[in-house]
């Protein structure tokens, strides 16, 4: 299947080519920082950690408010060892967002746009050249969301796998991410997917 998305030029991470990913955030009262951790579900390996290495003092203090959802934010993924494999950038967000992804070199990938009026949450991923791939769209109630284009579904998040135990999905921002095995391994569409999951919380939560 031939998916209208938008090739990279063979370069991609190999952390970036798995079809399934379980996002665990870490937990804590005072936490101010989206921090997860990725696992490959198959073999429980922890293989990319995702921080806001940068965060500054105002940001923190915001984060604890009602303006949490206007705040900026800088997210890096990186290997274990230390590797960047992207970022994900956001500016202050007066009424909608628009995030910037960019892969381990600083050259942008893609962004996410939030669409007006959207029920439930709704933002489209889009290419560096701002062409639209796809739309991510779900209900928040029920944390279950798909990536779509057109009648395809390219991927999905949702907080129900029958391959983890019910002790990994707590209160905390857990995540089962599920790529189309369709999807090209060296698809940006897969950057642009993994990213999207680490700022839903920041762009979407009411």
């Known amino acids: 299947m ?3 998305t938008t090739k990279g030029e063979g370069n991609m991470h190999p952390s970036l080519r798995n079809n399934q990913y379980f996002v665990k955030e870490h937990v804590g009262m005072f936490k101010s920082a989206n921090n997860y951790d990725i696992f490959d579900p198959q073999t429980n390996q922890k293989i990319l950690e995702c921080r806001e290495p940068n965060l ?11 303006y949490k959802k206007m705040t900026p934010f800088n997210i890096e993924i990186r290997t274990s060892d230390g590797q960047l494999v992207c970022s994900v950038k956001r500016g202050i967000s007066i009424f909608l967002s628009k995030v910037d992804v960019s892969d381990e070199n600083g050259s942008i990938v893609g962004h996410f746009k939030q669409k007006l009026f959207s029920i439930g949450g709704k933002f489209e991923v889009l290419s560096a050249e701002n ?51 369709s999807v090209d391994k060296d698809d940006n569409i897969r950057t ?14 009411e």
Not at 56 to 66: E, S
Not at 131 to 156: M, P, V
Not at 192 to 205: E, F, G, P, R, T
């Open 131 to 181: 062409a639209i791939l796809c739309t991510l769209q779900g209900k928040w109630t029920s944390w279950d969301f798909r990536f779509i284009q057109g009648n395809t579904e390219l991927a999905s998040v949702t907080k129900k796998w029958a391959g983890l135990g019910k002790e990994l999905f707590t209160s905390a921002d857990n995540y089962m991410l599920s790529i189309n095995d």
């Open 2 to 4: 031939d998916f209208n």
């Open 56 to 66: 500054g003092f105002f940001t923190k203090l915001l984060r604890f408010t009602d």
């Open 192 to 205: 642009l997917v993994l990213a999207s999951v680490m700022c839903i919380d920041m762009v979407l939560k």
